[in-house]
Structure formats: structure tokens, C-alpha cells
């Protein structure tokens, strides 16, 4: 078994363009293959809204039951990011979006909006949100 440590990998020809091998013959890049931001947040409480733990969320806005902002600490190239986010409500079998959830600008290059939604009921809902940024920082 072989092990390499370094602190910092940086491409040889782009800084950021290290490409990995995948299988035999397929690639792809390293830096296209991470996640830019993440988000565990706790809102189950319905008047407290906090963040369990992140990677490049400056802040979360709660804009009412079941309607949240993740505002980015660093901002997305573009608004046409992918977002792949889940809800811990199992009563409701929820469903999370990363659309505008009401709030102005929601889904933009330095805020992501998510809307947890009561399939039963077809009202938003309060509940513990996970989410991921996939995309390109600017």
C-alpha cells in the first residue's frame, strides 16, 4: 500500500486542474468532483433556526416556516449550480428545493434557497435540511 501527504495539491500546467483517474481509462477533474458548500441545519424547533455544521455558509436566513436562505461565504460563478439536498422530516416524506423558497433573490451566485414542503399538505414545514453545492466558485 502506498500513502501521499501534502498540505497542498496544485496542478502542473492550471493551478486548479488536477485530473483523476477513474477506473481504467475514464477522468475527471478534482476540483469539478467537490463540493463547494455544504449545510446541515437544524430548524426542527420552528422559531430557531442554526446551523449544525458547514463548509462555506456565511449564514442561513429563516423567511418563515419551512423557508430557508444558505448565503455562501465565497460566491458560485453562476446561478445554474446543482443542489442535492434532503429533509429528516419522515412523517411528511418532505421535499427540499433549491429554488427561490420566497425569498428575494434566493437562488443566485451567493445564496441558495431551500423550501421543505409537506407532500401531505402541500405546505412548507419546519424540519432538519441537509444540503450540497455542486458547481464552480467564482
Known amino acids: 500500500m502506498s ?6 495539491l496544485t496542478g502542473k500546467t ?9 477506473g481504467a481509462t475514464a477522468t475527471m ?15 426542527s424547533g420552528g422559531s430557531t433556526t442554526g446551523i449544525n455544521d458547514s463548509l462555506n455558509t456565511a449564514s442561513v436566513l429563516d423567511n ?6 444558505q448565503n455562501f ?5 453562476g446561478a445554474t449550480y446543482s443542489t442535492v439536498s434532503a429533509s429528516r422530516d ?9 429554488w427561490d423558497a420566497g425569498i428575494t433573490n434566493g437562488y ?5 434557497g431551500i423550501a421543505n414542503l409537506a407532500s401531505n399538505t402541500g405546505s412548507y414545514t419546519d424540519a432538519d435540511v441537509s444540503t450540497n453545492i455542486l458547481g464552480d466558485l467564482a
Open 64 to 69: 418563515g416556516v419551512g423557508q430557508y436562505g
Open 108 to 112: 443566485s451566485t451567493t445564496r441558495s
Open 3 to 8: 500513502e501521499i501527504k501534502v498540505d497542498t
Open 14 to 22: 492550471t493551478a486548479n486542474d488536477i485530473t483523476v483517474t477513474v
Open 29 to 43: 477533474s478534482l476540483e469539478q468532483g467537490l463540493a463547494k458548500a455544504w449545510m446541515s441545519l437544524d430548524s
Open 90 to 98: 419522515n412523517a411528511y416524506h418532505n421535499v427540499v428545493t433549491n
Open 73 to 77: 461565504t465565497n460566491a458560485m460563478s
